[in-house]
């Protein structure tokens, strides 16, 4: 069993950044492929980025390539994502989620998720 709890969502506007951690316990750490994904009202939950167990692969989707950055600081069983250039379609519920090593896009594929942090970008 892997508990995850986001923090670090909140209210910002259009160009700016913030920053969400993910806090895992349970399962060793350093086993886990960790992801963030999103969800806005009436859409589906979406890729967002991901790191695979040994930090050494990162994923991205296209539409925050370059301006979000995913990392993991196994000491303190975090994974981080830096958000700049924050836009407000970047608007959403935030989970983080954890499956055995490797990445994967699909929601579907992982195990675990978290309660999920808001982030909203005003114009």
């Known amino acids: 069993q892997v508990q995850l709890v986001e923090s670090g969502g909140g209210l910002v506007q259009a160009g700016g950044s913030l920053r969400l951690s993910c806090t895992a316990s349970?399962?060793?750490?350093?086993?886990?492929?960790t992801a963030w994904f999103r969800q806005s009202p009436g859409k589906e939950r979406e890729f967002v980025a991901a790191?695979?167990?040994?930090?050494?692969?990162?994923d991205y989707a296209a539409s925050v390539k370059g301006r979000f950055t995913i990392s993991r600081d196994d000491a303190t069983n975090t994974v981080n994502l830096q958000m700049n250039s924050l836009k407000p379609e970047d608007t959403a519920v935030y989970y983080c989620?954890?499956?055995?090593?490797?990445?994967?896009?699909?929601?579907?594929?992982?195990?675990?998720w978290g309660q999920g942090t808001q982030v909203t970008v005003s114009s």
């Open positions: 349970g399962r060793p750490f350093s086993t886990t492929a």
């Open positions: 989620a954890a499956r055995p090593f490797t990445i994967r896009t699909n929601h579907l594929a992982y195990d675990y």
């Open positions: 790191i695979a167990w040994s930090g050494s692969t990162t």
